[in-house]
């Protein structure tokens, strides 16, 4: 691990540098040929992604992606009017924004940016994007590149911020591929890329959801040297995919909601059939400096989760992240409310679950040896 991390800083050195390593190597069409990795490019990591929505001045991040400015009247733009972005451009679509300003709850709205953070934080929303193809160390151009997105597995290092450590080193989860930019144009530290479809999976309380942004496009702005990215990714999101995360979403009432209202908003046709069943979003995104492990990721029947990952992703929203409490009881003190704080006690615990609470018995979803981890990883967390 050691070696892989050094070697990975000294391409990325190289390449920042102006050392272009592989700028003449042929990738494939399809860059989910290339596998982990493809280049020597550099690569980043999401770790803030907030859903845009209108602000105070009633103005909309989002795109054009109709290419209409609609003023609501009209069948060809699903009878929906169009927002004004901060720069006074016209015709931007983001009918997601809407919803959550106009069809969610107070409460939800106050939801879902600590739900979309604690997804990143604990490994259930980690997007890695790769630069197929560097073009040195100035990013000025103009020129352009191609850049491959993936989706990150495993329990990532998060510092005292809440967010996630830059130039860490990730391993891919399973169903790993999410989409290609081919043709990103690159000019004075701005890239802008699109349309191409992009698939986000998202794993939260336990539970995987999967929406395929359609005729995505997104802009990013380079930090001076060329490590910080931020900016804004937009496209379509088709009634079946929310509907999808309907049907199986934990948040109290939102399922309902959202098949509820969610067709109420669509403002953008499928161009399969020309209904208007699907609805424009648009989210903020800021990403960090990262590597790939070239390892490619087993399938999920064969991965043994190991105890932090289980804690993180089935007992962290009621005891904490970091098993410090939340809605459930503190694990870190001397203090236990149920059991003595033993090893066994702990396992029992949780295979058992407590009655009249929160606790659930974990032995119906959990194996033998899955409890054993998550228990040794409990016992661990209190001092001794």
């Avoid at 997601?96 to 953070?117: H, M, S, W």
């Avoid at 929160?358 to 998550?374: G, S």
Wanted: a negative charge.
């Amino acid at each position: 691990m050691i070696e892989f991390r050094l070697a990975a800083l000294a391409t990325a050195v190289l390449t920042m540098s102006g050392c272009v390593v592989g700028e003449s190597t042929s990738f494939p069409g399809d860059l989910k040929e290339c596998g982990a990795v493809c280049g020597s490019g550099p690569t980043w990591v999401a770790y803030d992604i907030e859903l845009a929505s209108e602000d105070a001045d009633g103005n909309l991040i989002g795109y054009n992606l109709d290419g209409i400015v609609s003023d609501g009247e009209g069948r060809d733009d699903c009878y929906v009017k169009d927002g004004v972005s901060p720069s006074g451009a016209r015709g931007i679509d983001n009918q997601v924004g809407a919803l959550i300003q106009d069809g969610f709850t107070d409460e939800i709205r106050e939801a879902l940016p600590l739900l979309i953070r604690d997804a990143v934080g604990t490994g259930g929303l980690l997007i890695l994007a790769e630069m197929v193809e560097p073009v040195g160390n100035d990013f000025v151009g103009p020129r352009s590149t191609r850049i491959a997105f993936r989706r990150g597995g495993g329990i990532p290092m998060v510092g005292t911020d809440g967010f996630l450590l830059p130039h860490q080193t990730f391993e891919l989860a399973p169903d790993f591929f999410l989409g290609q930019f081919d043709d990103v144009g690159v000019d004075d530290l701005l890239l802008s890329g699109g349309p191409s479809d992009l698939r986000l999976v998202i794993t939260v309380f336990g539970i995987t959801y999967q929406i395929t942004l359609r005729n995505a496009v997104f802009d990013m702005e380079m930090s001076g040297d060329a490590t910080m990215m931020t900016g804004t990714i937009g496209g379509a999101v088709h009634l079946d995919d929310l509907f999808g995360v309907a049907d199986t979403i934990v948040v109290e009432d939102l399922g309902d909601l959202i098949r509820a209202v969610a067709p109420s908003f669509t403002d953008v046709e499928d161009p399969e059939n020309g209904k208007c069943e699907m609805i424009s979003a648009a989210a903020r995104i800021k990403m960090k400096p990262a590597f790939i492990h070239p390892r490619l990721p087993l399938a999920d029947d064969n991965r043994q989760y190991s105890g932090r990952e289980i804690f993180f992703t089935r007992c962290g929203q009621c005891h904490g992240p970091a098993g410090n409490g939340g809605t459930g009881p503190s694990l870190t003190d001397f203090e236990w409310d149920n059991g003595d704080g033993s090893l066994e006690s702990i396992r029992q615990v949780i295979a058992d679950g407590v009655p009249d609470t929160a606790m659930p018995v974990w032995r119906e979803e959990l194996t033998d040896k899955e409890i054993d981890r998550v228990a040794e990883y409990v016992f661990n967390l209190s001092p001794r």
